[in-house]
């Protein structure tokens, strides 16, 4: 089963990729968190991604796509794989489109979560991320039991770089303008699914599994 999550930054795309991969049992792969934990370890990679997320704006298509194939080369990936931040241009959904027809293969699902402008930018404030294992909270709707701590790794949460609201303006302007097209992109090739994100994260994902029932998944 391979999926691709669409939606705005912080429309909740990393939310409902990592529960799919638990109960599905696929790997989740987040091209952000990939280069966030570049950036933390301080990698060249991470040095060169980090000027444009600081901003914003979009790591290049020639850094990104290549990170991506080389993922989901990887074995783990055999049974498919959720992507989550990716693609988030016509190019690279082209670039990952060409991959697949080569392996005699094809995305199964894009589900975008619909989720408007307004709502964004308060759930952007709120949310806190663990660097060390990628996990999220927010501080109203998902706590973690200690302030500023991740359950799962007892490493400090932080506020990301890019979710003060200046940057995510921008990220939001950015998504309009380079990622939206996907919606079209994917509807033409009828993999298209949308749900309502702004409901509980718990009743999105159930909208979730039931579009991926229809495909014979349980
Ligand atoms: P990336 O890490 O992908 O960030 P993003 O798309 O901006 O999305 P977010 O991770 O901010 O949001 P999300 O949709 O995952 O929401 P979440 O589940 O956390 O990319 C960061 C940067 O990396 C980009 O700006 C770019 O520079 C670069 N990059 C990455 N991929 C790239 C690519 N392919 N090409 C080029 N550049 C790339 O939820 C948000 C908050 O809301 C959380 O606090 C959560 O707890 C809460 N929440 C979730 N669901 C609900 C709900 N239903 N109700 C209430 N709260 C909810
Ligand atoms: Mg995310």
Redesign the pocket.
């Given at each position: 089963m391979k999926i691709i999550?669409l939606?705005?930054?912080?429309?909740?795309?990393?939310?409902?990729?990592?529960m799919i991969a638990d109960k599905y049992q696929i790997p989740h792969i987040?091209?952000?968190?990939?280069?966030?934990a570049n950036i933390k370890n301080g990698t060249e990679l991470g040095m060169e991604?980090k000027k444009?997320?600081d901003?914003?704006?979009?790591?290049?298509?020639e850094?990104?796509?290549k990170i991506?194939l080389d993922r989901v080369a990887q074995p783990d990936c055999e049974n498919g794989y959720v992507l989550?931040?990716?693609?988030?241009?016509i190019p690279?959904a082209e670039v990952l489109d060409k991959a697949l027809v080569e392996l005699g293969d094809a995305i199964d699902y894009a589900i975008n979560?619909d989720?408007p402008d307004e709502?964004?930018i308060n759930?952007?404030s709120?949310?806190?991320?663990c660097l060390s294992c990628g996990a999220?909270?927010?501080?109203?709707?998902?706590p973690p039991k200690t302030e500023g701590v991740c359950d799962k790794c007892g490493q400090p949460l932080v506020l990301?770089d890019?979710?003060k609201p200046e940057t995510v303006k921008n990220?939001l302007n950015?998504?309009h303008e380079q990622?939206q097209p996907l919606i079209d992109f994917y509807s033409a090739k009828g993999v298209l699914r949308t749900v309502d994100?702004?409901?509980?994260?718990q009743?999105?994902f159930n909208a979730i599994v039931e579009i991926l029932k229809d495909a014979g998944n349980n």
């Open positions: 999550m939606g705005a930054p912080g429309a909740g795309k990393g939310t409902q990729a990592k987040s091209t952000g968190d990939i280069f966030r991604a444009y997320m901003q914003g704006l979009l790591v290049p298509d850094l990104t796509v991506l989550d931040g990716f693609p988030r241009t690279q979560v989720v709502n964004i759930r952007m709120g949310r806190r991320a999220t909270y927010h501080i109203v709707h998902i990301r890019d979710d990220r950015v998504y990622t994100g702004t409901v509980d994260m009743d999105v």
